[in-house]
């Protein structure tokens, strides 16, 4: 603030003409990037196509992708701009809707948005925010990058929170980031993002939780905080207005960055739907050949080396192997008995309280296979083996 109250714009022309710069030089770098990518990630996927398809017998079937509701309910939800709590009816979709939750005006009503669970968590609310916001029952779902949003929604008691928090865990656990439905696409996208990451020196982990652009945009964000809107914002005096005023900053930014990386991507999007016949037949007819040659060495090899290393391993299998195979299968022996008494245990009890009538019968399975995605459902005793497995204590 200049005297007499006047805003002064910590971003003047030369740091705006500065802010660009650094946009267009991020963007340049993954547009190049891009179809570099896009072409080997096709070219991976005819590699892939012309090995033999018997090799698939090798692998179990994959079972049908669950598309049943994993839970629908009334929750209470905070809105993001007015802070003003509504009734809402939600509608937590499963595995073939990446286990989006919808929400809507009331059930049967017009849909009010969407939350994708990809890169956060639930949790409940703590004691400051259940009695600042007047319940016992909060949860929230809260984002491993504190740039998005948090979700705020009050359950009715204790019961139905609980139930929300396992469906969404779940969610939470299993959502993908919400790419582009083109595997080539966001394949390409995947190799350009961690080559341009790699290109400003961010060797790090990191996981993408958000569609292309967000992602990107974000990143973007993040080399002008470090090359020039960290200073900005420290250059900013203190005063009640500071915090109102980066926040203000960072929307003008975000909106900004948004614009150009969405265009750039779209642009890219267009670039590859435009070469993607061509370039698929040119990669066929260059690369063919070798790739069948490839298939016809490696079924040769194959041959050559089994008719060496299976009388080998035949005898050395049923003399030493089989001993030690049969130690290190009893965890898993283990897990399946756990599974099927968690299953009969389950079916049992519904059994029991006659929610097999055929009038039920569809709805009560339904239940059941919900059920069966919670941690401490009954399938808890299996979890809780396969996590001590993968943790390597058995």
Partial sequence: LKMGGTFSNPLDDE???????????????????FPLAYKDALIQKLK????????QDRYLEKPPIPSEHLLTGTLTKRGDSHKSWKVRHFIALNEADNFRVDYYENEGGKLKGSIHLSGYKPEHFTDEEAKENNTEFGLKLVPNDSRRR??????????DRST????????CYKAKAPLNADPLISEAFLMAYRATRWNYGYYGYYSVDL????????FVTDILERELLGDVYNSIPN????????????QSVDTTVSASVGAAFNGGLSACDSMKTALESAVKVALGP???????????ITQKISSKVNPFCSDVGSRICSPIVRAAADPFTKTFCYTVKG???LLKSNIDNNKFKIDILESTLKQCSREVYYWNGPLEETNKLCQELYNGKL
């Fill in 15 to 33: 740091k705006q003409a500065r802010m660009g710069e650094i946009i267009q030089e991020v963007v340049g770098v993954f547009s190049k990037a």
């Fill in 48 to 55: 892939i196509e012309a090995q033999p398809q018997n090799e």
């Fill in 150 to 159: 948090i979700w705020w929604m009050k359950c009715t008691d204790n019961d």
């Fill in 164 to 171: 929300w928090m396992n469906t969404f865990q779940t969610g």
């Fill in 211 to 218: 569609s292309e652009t967000e992602t990107l945009s974000q």
């Fill in 239 to 250: 005063s009640p207005s500071k915090s109102s005023t980066i926040n203000m900053l960072k």
């Fill in 290 to 300: 070798i790739f069948e040659k490839e298939v016809a060495v490696k079924v040769e």
């Fill in 343 to 345: 299953i009969h245990k």
